[in-house]
């Protein structure tokens, strides 16, 4: 089944398009009997558009990973599955009020790494032996999820470090035709891709905020950062981005920054004003101050500097989560669970340490000022 369909010379197998909140049983029933025949599949979800494969099939996961570019071959993926009520077959869950915090999120957009059973295959394994998982909110991938009543390999459609898909004519063209079918959404998809958390024992620690981006009407934003004390972090951050907006944006960006244990009034520290002084930055005139909800009402974007601040911000700023964000990971939505994204404190260090963390500061930055620019130069 599926027709062949031209899209500027692309030739590709639709299998068909789908109205919001609609799950068609001939279509489900369709993209069933090719997943559970080993076939990698361009689907919507309630994020963005996704390749799909039956976790059964190693082989269909590493052609995801040639689709996408992905050179680590152990690289986990994220998984959906249809239902709470078992989702013990994975995971391991936690206890108590953590389990509700898990359980309350779902279906939605929300991906929890949590520790996989030992029947999981090892190829969706991340470090640790964890599995990410989530159950979809969008009825069309829900109504697949529970007509398979297994596990399906998740993860968007697009090329690593490429933005994902949420309209047709998104689609890179070469892509489309290395798949084996797409199911297109007659409407865009909301473009937010889902936040991924992973359970601790000493709480979730946020992996990857939602993204809500600054209305094209705004023509300016607000941006926040954060670290512990403000005195070397954050205020370095500031400092970074501020002199690199100022330069490509000028008048387009306010920056700010504070602390989640900060004291108010104190000096950076010694060794921070020092390094960013030795590349051209001021924050001589720096004083801490900690994040209230003020500050948050005031920013449009958050960039924390480590998961923990960022986690912190969520507990205690909930309807602010649009808006909060790793430092290291925006505007990503491509991550590693093998790799460390966060800044971590180098109060106490060497000046070396201290040059160190200016250098990952400075390397973020770069790679989120062409985001901004997007963001407050369209139309």
Same mark, same amino acid.
């Given at each position: 089944?599926?027709?062949?369909?031209?899209?500027?010379?692309?030739?590709?197998?639709?299998?068909?398009?789908?109205?919001?909140?609609?799950?068609?049983?001939?279509?489900?029933?369709?993209?069933?009997?090719?997943?559970?025949?080993?076939?990698?599949?361009?689907?919507?979800?309630?994020?963005?558009?996704?390749?799909?494969?039956?976790?059964?099939?190693?082989?269909?996961?590493?052609?995801?990973?040639?689709?996408?570019?992905?050179?680590?071959?152990?690289?986990?993926?994220?998984?959906?599955?249809?239902?709470?009520?078992?989702?013990?077959? =994975?995971?391991?869950?936690?206890?108590?009020?953590?389990?509700?915090?898990?359980?309350?999120?779902?279906?939605?957009?929300?991906?929890?790494?949590?520790?996989?059973?030992?029947?999981?295959?090892?190829?969706?394994?991340?470090?640790?032996?964890?599995?990410?998982?989530?159950?979809?909110?969008?009825?069309?991938?829900?109504?697949?999820?529970?007509?398979?009543?297994?596990?399906?390999?998740?993860?968007?459609?697009?090329?690593?470090?490429?933005?994902?898909?949420?309209?047709?004519?998104?689609?890179?063209?070469?892509?489309?035709?290395?798949?084996?079918? +797409?199911?297109?959404?007659?409407?865009?998809?909301?473009?937010?891709?889902?936040? +991924?958390?992973? =359970?601790?024992?000493?709480?979730?620690?946020?992996?990857?905020?939602?993204?809500?981006?600054?209305?094209?009407?705004?023509?300016?934003?607000?941006?926040?950062?954060?670290?512990?004390?403000?005195?070397?972090?954050?205020?370095?951050?500031?400092?970074?981005?501020?002199?690199?907006?100022?330069?490509?944006?000028?008048?387009?960006?306010?920056?700010?920054?504070?602390?989640?244990?900060?004291?108010?009034?104190?000096?950076?520290?010694?060794?921070?004003?020092?390094?960013?002084?030795?590349?051209?930055?001021?924050?001589?005139?720096?004083?801490?101050?900690?994040?209230?909800?003020?500050?948050?009402? =005031?920013?449009?974007?958050?960039?924390?500097?480590?998961?923990?601040?960022?986690?912190?911000?969520?507990?205690?700023?909930?309807?602010?989560?649009?808006?909060?964000?790793?430092?290291?990971?925006?505007?990503?939505?491509?991550?590693?669970?093998?790799?460390?994204?966060?800044?971590?404190?180098?109060?106490?260090?060497?000046?070396?340490?201290?040059?160190?963390?200016?250098?990952?500061?400075?390397?973020?930055?770069?790679?989120?000022?062409?985001?901004?620019?997007?963001?407050?130069?369209?139309?």
């Amino acid at each position: 089944r599926g027709r062949h369909s031209q899209q500027d010379g692309v030739r590709m197998v639709v299998i068909a398009e789908v109205a919001e909140g609609q799950a068609p049983p001939e279509v489900v029933r369709e993209v069933v009997r090719r997943l559970e025949r080993g076939e990698v599949l361009i689907l919507p979800t309630d994020t963005v558009y996704g390749l799909h494969a039956h976790t059964r099939f190693p082989s269909a996961i590493e052609r995801i990973k040639q689709i996408k570019g992905i050179e680590n071959p152990t690289h986990p993926f994220a998984t959906l599955y249809s239902t709470v009520l078992d989702v013990d077959r =994975w995971v391991l869950m936690p206890e108590g009020r953590e389990r509700r915090r898990v359980l309350e999120s779902w279906p939605g957009p929300v991906t929890w790494v949590l520790p996989a059973k030992p029947t999981v295959s090892r190829e969706l394994l991340g470090k640790d032996r964890t599995l990410g998982i989530r159950i979809p909110g969008h009825p069309f991938t829900r109504a697949i999820c529970t007509a398979m009543d297994d596990l399906i390999v998740s993860t968007s459609a697009n090329r690593h470090g490429d933005p994902p898909a949420t309209r047709r004519e998104d689609f890179n063209e070469e892509l489309l035709e290395e798949v084996d079918g +797409v199911v297109f959404a007659k409407e865009p998809l909301s473009g937010t891709p889902s936040e +991924v958390k992973r =359970w601790t024992p000493t709480g979730p620690v946020v992996l990857r905020s939602r993204t809500r981006e600054v209305a094209p009407e705004t023509q300016h934003m607000n941006i926040l950062m954060i670290c512990s004390g403000n005195l070397c972090r954050s205020p370095m951050a500031e400092a970074v981005l501020k002199e690199m907006t100022e330069r490509e944006l000028p008048g387009r960006v306010s920056i700010r920054s504070a602390g989640t244990i900060a004291l108010e009034g104190q000096r950076a520290s010694l060794p921070a004003a020092e390094v960013t002084r030795e590349r051209g930055y001021d924050i001589a005139g720096h004083r801490s101050r900690p994040v209230t909800s003020e500050l948050m009402d =005031w920013a449009d974007l958050v960039l924390a500097m480590t998961s923990d601040h960022l986690s912190d911000l969520h507990d205690y700023f909930p309807h602010h989560s649009h808006k909060l964000h790793l430092i290291g990971l925006y505007p990503k939505s491509e991550l590693s669970e093998d790799e460390d994204y966060d800044v971590h404190d180098p109060y106490g260090l060497s000046l070396e340490d201290y040059r160190r963390t200016l250098d990952e500061i400075e390397e973020y930055a770069r790679c989120i000022l062409p985001h901004l620019k997007t963001l407050l130069e369209r139309e």
